[in-house]
């Protein structure tokens, strides 16, 4: 057994395909095929089976796959603790994090680390928080920045950004003229929904009382759309301040605070407690830490 023979194997359970696996490793289906023969052999057991045109790992694949995404997550962090003896961080940083927070949060951050850490090149998995924290524990990124609470006993959880929500609508609104809101206000109005995430979870949670009367105008995927269609005077949406401060700021849209309840949504930057983090990953942490304040108080 090689890693070649292993990636190789990763690739096919993830396609479903020899050919497809293939072409991400650079092989041909052949060789691909021959490196799942050797790995049979040397395990004794078989590793997929056919369903039609596709391939399934077999119940003996499932448990050599675990086995072998971590075998080559600490293969990647061996080279990576070598490489991090230089003085200066050097190297892959791989963080996690949804769009809304690498577009709204830290851009200055990561600004201020390249200013510091040129040599460092940075890798983002964007994706929503659960699907960041399976990457952190499974070894495929060195940290992630996501929405807290967090309950694993095996993650290390670092708060880093505090932001009040707040009702967003736009300045021809009506109630773009009051000090604060209260959900009944809110309820009489036509609902621009986030279509998953911490957002909609409050947006759920805080109308629960109006369910039966509420309006949904629209549900969609992102929140520069949210913006865009608040701003257009198409309905309001609840959003975390730090995310349209600058749109409020030139005048597109006007945050509300909320008169009966006090949401905040908290970020935290995680990492695996058993894992040596790089240089770089730790300069960042560093970073980030020391600008936490700052990212509060904006």
């Not at 293939?22 to 369903?51: D, P, T």
């Not at 690498?102 to 680390?113: G, H, M, R, S």
């Not at 967003?168 to 998953?196: D, G, H």
Request: glycine content about 6%.
């Amino acid at each position: 057994m090689d890693f070649d023979q292993l990636t190789t194997f990763v690739e096919v359970a993830k396609n479903g395909s020899f050919s497809l696996a293939g072409r991400k490793v650079f092989l041909s289906q052949s060789a691909v095929s021959a490196q799942i023969r050797q790995l049979e052999l040397e395990y004794g057991e078989k590793l997929f089976g056919r369903m039609g045109k596709a391939v399934r790992l077999t119940p003996s694949g499932e448990v050599l796959l675990d086995y072998a995404k971590r075998m080559i997550a600490l293969r990647q962090e061996s080279h990576r603790a070598m490489t991090d003896q230089a003085a200066t961080p050097r190297g892959m940083l791989a963080i996690g994090a949804n769009e809304a927070t690498c577009l709204y949060v830290l851009p200055d951050v990561f600004a201020e680390y390249q200013r510091l850490y040129p040599d460092v090149q940075i890798s983002i998995y964007r994706n929503f928080s659960h699907k960041i924290l399976q990457k952190v524990e499974d070894g495929s990124i060195d940290f992630g920045i996501v929405t807290l609470p967090v309950k694993s006993a095996g993650l290390k959880v670092h708060p880093i950004f505090r932001d009040r929500v707040m009702l967003m609508t736009s300045p021809k609104n009506p109630l773009a003229q009051l000090k604060s809101v209260t959900a009944a206000e809110i309820a009489e109005q036509p609902l621009i929904l986030p279509k998953t995430g911490f957002t909609r979870q409050l947006f759920d949670k805080y109308f629960r009382p109006y369910r039966g009367t509420i309006r949904t105008a629209m549900e969609l995927p992102s929140v520069s759309m949210i913006k865009r269609f608040v701003a257009a005077g198409l309905g309001v949406s609840l959003i975390s301040a730090a995310y349209a401060a600058d749109d409020a700021k030139a005048g597109k849209v006007k945050l509300i605070p909320l008169k009966d309840v006090e949401l905040w949504r908290e970020l935290g930057l995680i990492y695996r407690r058993d894992r040596h983090l790089p240089r770089a990953a730790s300069a960042f942490i560093a970073v980030i830490r020391q600008r936490a304040g700052h990212l509060a108080a904006e």
